[in-house]
């Protein structure tokens, strides 16, 4: 039998002891009853048993909610018993309780135990649902709704630090403050349908009504912001109504027949009724089919519902429901904000003769409300100056002192009870949680989409609390560069050993993948990726994310003789598809003899984990590095704990092709190309054409010289012993949505169109300062700022080397000494490769992090003349081996 839910909370324990640690779903039912269509009946029918009755004694409560627990289903079902019922409602006026007051008094009274039940259910349930009674859709579910989310974002605080110190419970009960966002679903009659129409036109019927009433309370409860279909925001909501998983959230039923009809009529109608629907589905609109169907989902396909936090096991609801409902239902110290969510009008009422200082003391508590319930200290002393300069146009002089002091200790007292957390993330939002330990995790609520170091990928972000989380430990979750050639920024390794447990890199979830090798055992063969195998593993990555609606077609902007000449290179079919083994040992580690080209990419290699963890850095050696981003102000000689920013080689330079742009996801249409440009470098002809002819095939390189250009631009002079090189070279910006798109010249977004760009605008990019913050150019992102997070530079197959270096400065207020870099020499980039720098998500100096405006406007800025094109020699040792230049 079904017993009142604080009676199952005590003898739940003997009652149900063989299914103690089963994991069960909750179902409950709420709404109005009627003569022939009860809740209590329904849920029989769902239990299969008579076990609720929804009888009471004299002398208990009539607005109370009664339980049931099915061990067959593994389900317990709740029914509420609440103001709406009409033993309820004519108990109002013989309770010797409630002798005394008037009959508003009386009713805000029941309404107020009733909203305190309703709010109870929603935190406990996975299930909720309401029956209604009309052929209409009462719009008083949609008010009682909106009072009971009230209640419950004003009363979450309260209930995170109730569950808190209870042991063994679930984190995500206890940051939730409930167990899921429970489903909503709807229960109407069929009363609209008259009786006498086929079984076929009743369904049709009944589809109808089912698809008009959804739409209305699917709007209702948007508008009320109660539910919200395939939000983000799902968890601020105080129910879900429709998903993807159960179905339809709403239901016409055939309710017991109400109207007096002649009897032989009715068995006729009877019979024939029971012989068609013994042979054709008959329930479709059945209200205890539908129920336990939608049960059975829940409890089956609980991964696919994200709303669903928790089904806790038997015993553990018991005990933590028990504390949370003596806090919820029975605590006389929410009475007060039960009230005035419910009944304002009787609220101002009964506060006419209130003293001034207790009025300014709601004020606070009220503005405390309507922000979350939450207050840090800075609104708290604002909100607390405005309580007390209420008081002085109400108080008298001499019992202004007084008033002060009262208010000030009662503003205080509830400050420390809703204090919000201090804590302040690295993009300047403030965490959503109350002070609160270390078992929950700090959290802005907001959320942003990034992209991986290479850009091939991109996923949702949380909002960082720590430089080490925002500009290194999200960029290791990403496979795709895991594996590719990266640059080793210099970083802090202490010189004595320092004994610890932790084997992993700067306590980062994956080991570093972008540094030097450690040194191999002599005679023992060390293994390098080869760039080509790299190159056909993130092209299968990249194409799996391109989008051909987003990706035009262009011609190519240059000839096909000069594009061949120092782009291409050998045929795929002799590319090697194989990782290589260097066994010479001239490979193992570079003589003095060699020159650049054969010793820098033998930087850009895989490392094996660090044994010093970066919190063993921050305990042991604090004073030895810095703890932010390389910066000009910073101490010389001291270097960074972990690198901010990523240099990785993508492939060999035919990866790009200027025709297609870059295959990459959710780039702004027409602004994913590269800016081709065009330099003229001093060389020694005979050097230039010696190497020339080393780098590429006899049948690649003619020989002859190309012929010499016109003066154009600082890139394009003219003189004897000049050479033309292409590079290809673009600015990437990134906003928090997602939204990825290159630049043409410094604030605007690039919209390609090969008949008008200019051949000197890359040229003309690179000699002005770039902003670091510009407005997203996408429509539906009014007011979102897009920030400097990608360089992608493709070197031409000669003998040139690209010197970058970057200063950066994102505060258009700083001083021009004043500026980030991130390495202390320019990084020099080999020919043939196609490189990508990726620039921090967030800048921390030494005086502290760098906050984005609150506005969509141009901000900070990236030093010009940040590119220098140079001729670099082309060594024997290179050439002699048919790999040479790759790693």
Request: with cysteine; hydrophobic share 35%.
């Amino acid at each position: 039998m079904a017993l009142p839910f604080k009676t199952f909370l005590k003898e739940a324990p003997f009652l149900c002891s063989s299914d103690a640690h089963q994991n069960i779903g909750i179902a409950t039912i709420i709404g109005k009853d009627s003569k022939h269509w009860k809740k209590v009946d329904i849920f029989n029918g769902v239990v299969g048993q008579r076990a609720f009755s929804g009888r009471v004694a004299d002398d208990e409560d009539s607005i109370y909610i009664e339980a049931f627990y099915s061990a067959d289903a593994t389900v317990l079902y709740l029914v509420l018993h609440g103001v709406q019922n009409e033993v309820t409602l004519s108990r109002l006026f013989v309770d010797e309780k409630l002798k005394g007051k008037s009959f508003f008094e009386k009713l805000a009274d029941a309404e107020t135990r009733d909203l305190s039940l309703v709010h109870f259910i929603f935190l406990i349930s996975h299930v909720v649902f309401v029956l209604e009674q009309g052929r209409y859709f009462d719009l008083s579910h949609i008010k009682s709704l909106m009072n009971v989310n009230t209640l419950r974002q004003s009363m979450l605080i309260d209930v995170v630090k109730l569950l808190e110190p209870i042991p063994n419970i679930s984190p995500d009960w206890v940051a939730n403050g409930r167990l899921a966002v429970p489903k909503l679903c709807f229960l109407f009659p069929n009363k609209c349908m008259r009786t006498d129409l086929s079984i076929s036109k009743k369904r049709e019927i009944a589809a109808k009504l089912e698809r008009a009433w959804e739409s209305q309370i699917q709007t209702d409860l948007r508008a009320a912001r109660i539910a919200e279909i395939q939000s983000s925001r799902e968890k601020d909501q105080l129910a879900v109504f429709r998903d993807n998983v159960n179905g339809n959230p709403l239901c016409v039923a055939t309710p017991p027949r109400i109207d007096a009809r002649d009897p032989i009529v009715d068995i006729t109608n009877k019979f024939f009724t029971n012989r068609i629907t013994e042979n054709n589905e008959h329930n479709d609109n059945d209200t205890v089919d539908y129920i336990r169907n939608t049960m059975r989902n829940v409890i089956r396909q609980y991964a696919k519902y994200p709303n669903f936090y928790l089904f806790p096991s038997l015993k553990e609801f018991v005990e933590v429901t028990s504390v949370l409902y003596d806090f919820v239902v029975h605590d006389s110290s929410n009475d007060e904000v039960r009230l005035r969510i419910l009944a304002p009008e009787l609220a101002n009422a009964l506060t006419l003769e209130v003293t001034h200082w207790e009025q300014a003391v709601a004020l606070y508590r009220k503005t405390c409300f309507s922000r979350g319930g939450l207050f840090s200290k800075a609104e708290h002393e604002e909100e607390l100056a405005k309580a007390i300069q209420s008081l002085s146009t109400a108080v008298t002089e001499q019992a202004l002192p007084q008033a002060i002091e009262d208010v000030t200790s009662a503003c205080t007292a509830f400050w420390q009870e809703h204090q919000r957390c201090e804590a302040v993330s690295m993009t300047g939002q403030l965490c959503r949680f109350g002070t609160h330990n270390g078992r929950i995790k700090h959290d802005s609520n907001f959320r942003a989409y990034s992209t991986c170091n290479c850009g091939a990928r991109q996923t949702m972000r949380l909002d960082p609390f720590s430089l080490k989380k925002a500009n290194y430990d999200f960029y290791q979750q990403f496979s795709c560069c895991s594996a590719l050639e990266a640059f080793p920024f210099p970083t802090f390794q202490p010189l004595d050993n320092v004994k610890t447990a932790i084997e992993e890199t700067y306590a980062s979830p994956r080991p570093t993948l972008t540094s030097i090798v450690k040194e191999s055992p002599p005679g023992s063969p060390s293994k390098v990726l080869d760039t080509a195998d790299l190159s056909q593993s993130l092209d299968g990555d990249l194409s799996n994310d391109f989008e051909e609606d987003e990706i035009g077609g262009f011609d190519r902007f240059i000839d096909d003789d000069k594009l061949k000449e120092m782009f291409d290179d050998e045929p795929a079919s002799r590319r090697p598809n194989r990782i290589r083994q260097k066994s010479d040992p001239e490979d193992e580690s570079p003589t003095g003899s060699t020159t650049y080209l054969d010793t820098y990419d033998s930087k850009l290699k895989l490392e094996r984990p660090s044994k010093v963890p970066y919190k063993t850095l921050v305990q042991h050696y604090k004073d030895q590095f810095i703890d932010y981003l390389p910066h000009s102000k910073a101490p010389a000689g001291l270097l960074p704990g972990f690198p901010s920013w990523a240099l990785t080689c993508v492939g060999q330079s035919n990866r790009y092709s200027h025709s297609s742009g870059l295959r990459a996801s959710h780039f702004k249409r027409g602004s994913n190309f590269l800016l081709p440009l065009t330099v003229h470098v001093d060389v020694n002809p005979a050097e230039w054409d010696e190497d020339m002819r080393r780098l590429n095939s006899r049948a690649e390189y003619s020989g002859r010289r190309y012929r010499k250009p016109m003066i154009q631009n600082a890139y394009d002079t003219e003189s004897d012993g000049h050479e033309k090189v292409k590079f290809f070279v673009g600015l990437e910006y990134e906003c928090t949505r997602g939204h990825r798109f290159m630049i043409e010249k410094p604030g605007f977004a690039l919209a390609f169109d090969r008949r008008a760009i200019e051949k000197d605008e890359a040229a003309k990019l690179i000699a002005s300062d770039t902003p670091i913050l510009m407005p997203c150019p996408c429509k539906h992102s009014v007011g979102t700022s897009a920030q400097l997070m990608r360089l992608h530079i493709v070197t031409p197959k000669a003998p040139v080397v690209a010197c970058v270096d970057l200063k950066v400065q994102p505060d258009s207020n700083a001083d021009a000494s004043e500026y980030y870099y991130p390495h202390t020499e320019p990084l020099e980039l080999y020919s043939n490769r196609y490189y990508v720098i990726r620039f921090p998500y967030v800048y921390v100096g030494p005086d502290g992090p760098f906050r984005p405006p609150k506005c969509d406007k141009l901000s900070g800025r990236l030093h010009k003349d940040w590119l220098k094109i140079v001729q670099r020699r082309v060594s024997a040792e290179v050439l002699a081996k048919p790999n040479s230049g790759r790693r």
